[in-house]
């Protein structure tokens, strides 16, 4: 007998009475209307035999018609409308296992990001969806809560001159317009995505490969040259890869996120390819998503901190695969830095690892706790019970769980059952309930060293003393530095160094123009919360240029948050979103919405 679903509070669908196990899409795309068009087959299961209703989520889809499999009507109601939950489709599907919804979207479908040519770096126009959290529903009809998996097939048009391709099994070349794919593992809603643009494919190893604009993907094959190294090591660690292939999609400027783990094909902000390979511990992320998160599933968006905190982990494990322990210390070092700032920005509750996003739009909800308190609760148990004994229990874990849904509570009790009680660790040797369900970080929590940051450490104790004299000799003692030490460094200046300090260093290392973006970042926050970006033109030309260029909600929302402390920074921020904001996506716009006040 199947485990019973999780309630979700993000999802009207009833799947513990009637749920759909597979999605058959027929989709046409079109860039005039910008509208998808088309219809949604659903293979259904009774999981209470007497069930007669299929429920749906959906977001503004404009449903045309309900059908059952042999082209009967069938009686539908769409429900109230909900800003963020969107309508329950409520199907009398009587005994039917199969139904058909014709529908179409909406122009403003808040998962679709439809880009005008000029916005391309091929000049043709460009579509992609981003699916996660719970903007599926404004796409395609179905039950969206990561706990519900499907498989599914699609059949999408495009124009002729343009390739699509989906979280599937994916073309290499372009067709007539006509594409069809398959997706033969099941997957949670938030996962099926689809992009149409002018894109090239080049391979990176047997079972790999990356798409991207034809002016985009030499440089990107350069970039993820490391790929199939990856998929090696995450395999020795905790088991084979079960999706088939694992290809990258670079997508232009706009998309939100760093990366999205979607089954088969990656999609990843270009703000990564740094041209030194410096930043491609994110495509070991989204890769070890093919495990966390993508093999077994967090049920709710209440429980994310198993899907991304374990990620994080497993992210820092491949890292250290490759790249060897002392450059992971770096990647560990400033993910505490990025946790100590969250629990100061957050409410004590959401520093929770189990969160409450009752009522609550999940994308509101803490941007980093999940992942890096999340992933230094795992470290921690790690030391107490050995990394030997603690792989060969995250291995059994994917294993035993594999292509299914996770809650916190069911979570816990497993690691006790086989994990905690066997290696003679108690729960309050963890302080579990304080790290699962308490605030902040407790004091249990691991330390890490980095000879790498004690250099830099020194460096900014010098020049904090010597002012901009001692820049010769950071000149001196900083060519081989990477980047995770410059982040570092430009985190440790303090905020009253000086002027004339900053525009050495800045002159110096051209940290305002900088193409990493984690360089960028930080130096234009520090720039901002120091004031001196007011008192540089240059520093707010670069600022304006990176707030309109990247449309990376990570990286804008610090630089738009220190920008909002004060009145200066906040009419400065709402200048340049009102050029910005239509080329950000919707997840991005509703990020800086909140923050500066509205659009």
């Keep these: 007998m199947p485990r019973s679903f999780t309630p979700d509070p993000h999802s009207r669908s009833r799947p513990n009475e009637v749920v759909v196990t597979h999605i058959a899409l027929d989709l046409t795309v079109d860039f005039a209307t910008r509208l998808l068009t088309g219809s949604a087959a659903f293979d259904l299961e009774r999981r209470t035999p ?12 404009a449903i045309d018609r309900v059908t059952g499999a042999d082209g009967a009507d069938l009686t539908f109601v769409l429900g109230a409308h909900d800003s963020v939950l969107g309508s329950a489709l409520t199907i009398h599907v009587g005994t039917a296992d199969r139904v058909v919804v014709h529908y179409a979207t909406s ?46 097939d699609a059949t999408v048009r495009v124009p002729a001159d343009l390739l699509a391709l989906m979280s599937a099994e994916n073309p290499v070349e372009r067709t007539d317009g006509t594409y069809t794919f398959a997706m033969p593992q099941p997957v949670p809603s938030y996962l099926i995505a689809l992009a149409v ?22 440089g990107a094959a350069w970039e993820f040259a490391d790929t199939e190294q990856m998929i090696e090591a995450a395999e020795r660690l905790y088991g084979p890869y079960r999706w088939g292939r694992y290809d990258i999609l670079v997508l232009p ?21 740094a041209g030194d390979r410096s930043l491609v511990t994110l495509i070991a992320h989204e890769l070890a998503h093919s495990w966390s998160g993508n093999l077994v599933t967090n049920s709710t968006w209440n429980d994310i901190w198993l899907n991304e905190g374990f990620t994080v982990y497993f992210e820092t494990r491949i890292d250290e695969e490759l790249y060897g322990a002392a450059y992971t210390a770096m990647i560990l070092r400033l993910g505490r830095q990025e946790l100590a700032r969250a629990v100061a920005d957050e409410a004590p509750r959401d520093t929770w690892l189990e969160l409450d996003m009752a009522g609550r739009d999940p994308d509101d909800g803490p941007a980093k706790i999940p992942y890096e308190k999340g992933s230094l609760f795992l470290r921690l148990i790690e030391s107490k019970v050995g990394r030997v004994r603690f792989d060969e229990f ?17 979570f816990l009790d497993h690691l006790v059952n086989e994990l905690l009680e066997p290696a003679g660790v108690s729960a309050e040797d963890l302080q579990l309930e304080a790290w699962v369900h308490g605030p902040g970080v407790p004091d249990n929590a691991p330390e890490f060293a980095s000879d790498a940051f004690d250099r830099v450490d020194e460096q900014v104790a010098a020049l904090v003393t010597g002012g901009a004299g001692k820049l010769p000799e950071l000149v001196a003692t900083t060519g081989e530095w990477v980047s995770q030490q410059w982040v570092h460094f430009i985190r440790a200046l303090p905020l009253d160094i000086g002027h004339d300090v900053l525009v050495a260093v800045d002159s110096q290392f051209g940290f305002s123009t900088s193409g990493n973006i984690e360089i960028a970042t930080a130096w234009l926050e520090l720039a901002v919360a120091s004031g001196h ?14 707030l309109t260029r990247h449309g990376r909600a990570l990286y804008i929302r610090r630089v738009y948050e220190k920008l909002a402390a004060t009145d200066r920074g906040l009419a400065r921020a ?12 919707s997840v991005s716009q509703a990020v800086v919405d909140r923050i500066i006040g509205g659009p």
């Excluded at 395609?140 to 599914?152: E, F, G, L, N």
């Excluded at 400027?253 to 390819?273: C, K």
């Excluded at 970006?533 to 990176?546: K, R």
């Design 50 to 61: 007497d069930a007669t209703e299929l429920v749906l989520d959906t977001w503004q889809l």
């Design 107 to 152: 122009p403003e479908a808040r998962a679709v990001q439809w880009l005008e040519p000029e916005q391309t770096a091929s000049g043709k126009p460009f579509l992609f969806t981003q699916s996660q959290p719970i903007l599926a529903r404004t796409w395609i009809p179905c039950q969206d809560s990561p706990a519900v998996r499907v498989t599914y």
């Design 197 to 218: 643009g002018d894109l090239e494919f080049r391979e990176l190893g047997s079972r790999s490969g990356v798409y991207a604009e034809p002016s985009v993907v030499e």
């Design 253 to 273: 400027p706009s998309f939100p996120y760093g990366g999205m783990e979607n089954p088969r094909l990656t999609f990843a902000t270009p703000t990564i390819l």
């Design 394 to 410: 995250l291995r059994d874990y994917f294993d035993h769980f594999a292509f299914e849904s996770m809650d916190t509570r069911t």
């Design 533 to 546: 970006v007011f008192d540089e033109p240059a520093v707010d030309e670069a600022l304006a240029v990176f």
């Design 574 to 585: 709402r200048e340049i979103y009102a050029t910005a904001r239509p080329t950000y996506h």
